[in-house]
């Protein structure tokens, strides 16, 4: 079993930053690849980041290449998001996951509770 706890969230004016971060325990955090999915009101979860097992590989969905960076810290454990130039289109729920997936969902094994991003206009 992998627990992970998201935080980092907040209210942000547009064109803002946030950092969001996922403590991982249980297994070694490292044995997996780490994603960010997020979900609005009314939407469906959608892919954001992952970053592979090791690091040395990053992913992103179109809508945030460029303004957001996947990075972890396998020694701590820990997965971060960084978020810049957001815009109020990226408010939702954000949740990290631990499992084999990168964008796939369905091939993530443990989620997060979630922490709300809201961008104000």
């Known amino acids: 079993q992998v627990q992970l706890v998201e935080s980092g969230g907040g209210l942000v004016q547009a064109g803002g930053s946030l950092r969001l971060s996922c403590a991982a325990s249980?297994?070694?955090?490292?044995?997996?690849?780490m994603g960010w999915f997020r979900q609005a009101p009314g939407k469906e979860r959608e892919f954001v980041a992952a970053?592979?097992?090791?690091?040395?590989?990053?992913y992103y969905a179109e809508s945030v290449k460029g303004r957001f960076t996947v990075s972890r810290d396998s020694a701590e454990n820990t997965g971060f998001l960084q978020m810049n130039s957001l815009k109020p289109e990226d408010t939702a729920v954000y949740y990290c996951?631990?499992?084999?997936?990168?964008?796939?969902?369905?091939?993530?094994?443990?989620w997060g509770q979630g922490t709300q991003v809201t961008v104000s206009s």
């Open positions: 970053i592979s097992r090791g690091g040395w590989s990053t």
């Open positions: 249980g297994r070694t955090f490292s044995n997996y690849v």
């Open positions: 996951a631990a499992g084999s997936g990168y964008r796939s969902a369905e091939r993530y094994d443990y």
